[in-house]
């Protein structure tokens, strides 16, 4: 159930909006020349800003979505959905060259592969708008490609009293990008899962690498899936674990972390606090196939 929103502030989710076709119940990844059949199929309205959108506001924090969506069927398809969850959509820009963007996901056990595209630009008309709400207090980026295509947006939302938060989302010829990390200049919390924060700093070791991205950012959550996350914040290191659940599909689980850290740390709640809240968000929602099904009003509670 959806908490009442509150004067809090409210989070402007900046990215783009994905057609997720979800594939679960796998036996393995497909290989080239063979077919492989799935148990299930979901279609979801997808991206790390709807994703953290949808969480942030099942947590009662007003937040609105920023991106462009596409005309074609596979976008309208979706948009009912971006509603069901209390996402502000105001600032959703619609135009022709926006869609069809899709992502195939394959779910085996905990782990996934991704195939996508994208369509158009990522930058919406409505991003000025969005910047100067009374309301926005803080900006998320949910991918570094929209940060790579829009380098003043970090910038802009600093203008305008913003803090800013970033997830850098695997992509995998910009995640190699030397300037990477020195165009995240002006972030407030960096929001990497191992993986990502291993190629950026050269670190095996999470707390190494924690200890690397700490040097660049006042607060770095580092999301370690079934092992829960670790969180650099005011000089505090700490570090908590998952707790153990069914796990349905784990699309979208490190933006619903980013969602319920975000809450928390907007509240100013301590490091421990901020991590814990992060990880419940990301643990409800591996509980659904679809990265905003666990907050949707036909959710089962777990």
Sequence with gaps: MMLQKTDRGAIVSLGRI???FVFTGLDGMPRLGR????EEMTLAAGGGAFITAAHGAALGRSTALVAR???DALSQAIEPQLALPGVDLQFLDRHPSAGPQVTVVMVEGRDRAFLSRRAGAAEPTTLAAA??????????IAEYATLAEMPDVVRRAKEHGLTVSLDPSWDETLIRDASFLDRCAGVDVFLPNLEEARALT????PGEA???????????????GAEGGMLSMGGEVCALPARSVRVVDTTGAGDAFNAGLLD???????AETCLAAAIAAGTRSVQAAGGAAAVSPSAKAS
């Design 264 to 270: 928390a740390w907007l509240d100013g709640k301590t």
């Design 35 to 38: 077919e492989l059949f799935a």
């Design 69 to 71: 969506l596409g005309t």
């Design 131 to 140: 910047l100067s709400w009374p309301r926005a207090r803080h900006l998320h």
């Design 18 to 20: 994905y057609c997720d």
């Design 202 to 205: 050269g670190r095996e070791a």
């Design 210 to 224: 924690l200890q690397a991205l700490s040097a660049r950012f006042p607060a770095v959550a580092l999301k370690l």
